[in-house]
């Protein structure tokens, strides 16, 4: 039940853009996203609940294509905080259960 | 803060002991969960639950019990640990109206 993300990995230098993708095999009802930093929690970034539906954060942004079961998230001029393992989560059809993707490891380098 | 533990933070045992990850929450939420972090497989779930003595089984949930008496406390139970269940264990809390987790720091399992 696991979403599938890509790229699995990705290096950036500062300033530079990324995308990373989200897709779910399963009808995907909520996609949320989070951040975790190396020997740390994850931290939530953001959830999108309806299809076609995007949101902001500072300059990290998402959308959701509920049709076509897909996220992706957007990070722009990337900086140096941004470096860190992203996931995205899905909820089940109750909203009670929270299925992660595989991760997908961002680093920034100056 | 989202005001969550878990203890123990780091625990090295032995194959065939049972072990118990215990998660203790002070924001009343009703619904708590188990992951486990392994490289390559990001985060799977392995039990929730939605209440007092209320769970369900996630994905990943064979060789693991569950149990929550109290809404502050959700216990993960290794009834007899195996190598593979090495892994760093989180726990998290949730929101469902918003869809945010706060988790917990991790436990570091490691069964030799």
């Known amino acids: 039940q696991q979403p599938v993300q890509s790229p699995q990995a990705v290096i950036l230098r500062e300033g530079e853009d990324a995308v990373i993708n989200c897709s779910s095999s399963k009808a995907l009802y909520s996609v949320h996203w989070y951040r975790q930093k190396h020997g740390e929690a994850p931290v939530f970034l953001m959830i999108?609940?309806?299809?076609?539906e995007q949101k902001g954060h500072e300059k990290i942004s998402a959308s959701f294509n509920e049709k076509k079961q897909q996220s992706s998230l957007y990070l722009t001029a990337s900086q140096l905080s941004y470096s860190g393992t992203y996931f995205c989560?899905?909820?089940?059809?109750?909203?009670?259960?929270?299925?992660f993707g595989t991760g997908t490891s961002l680093t920034v380098i100056p | 803060d989202a005001g969550i533990t878990q203890s123990p933070r780091h625990k090295v045992t032995e194959t065939g002991t049972p072990v118990t990850l215990r998660c203790h929450q002070t924001?009343?939420?009703?619904?708590m969960y188990w992951y486990r972090q392994d490289p390559g497989h990001g985060l799977r779930l392995i039990h929730y639950s939605y209440g007092v003595k209320d769970t369900d089984k996630g994905e990943v949930s064979d060789g693991y019990s569950v149990s929550r008496s109290k809404t502050e406390d959700f216990l993960l139970t290794l009834e007899s640990a195996t190598s593979s269940q090495t892994s760093v264990y989180f726990c998290a809390i949730g929101r469902v109206e918003t869809g945010e987790l706060f988790f917990g720091e991790g436990s570091r399992l490691t069964v030799l």
């Open positions: 924001e009343n939420h009703r619904y």
């Open positions: 989560g899905t909820g089940g059809p109750t909203g009670n259960q929270f299925y």
């Open positions: 999108l609940l309806k299809g076609g």
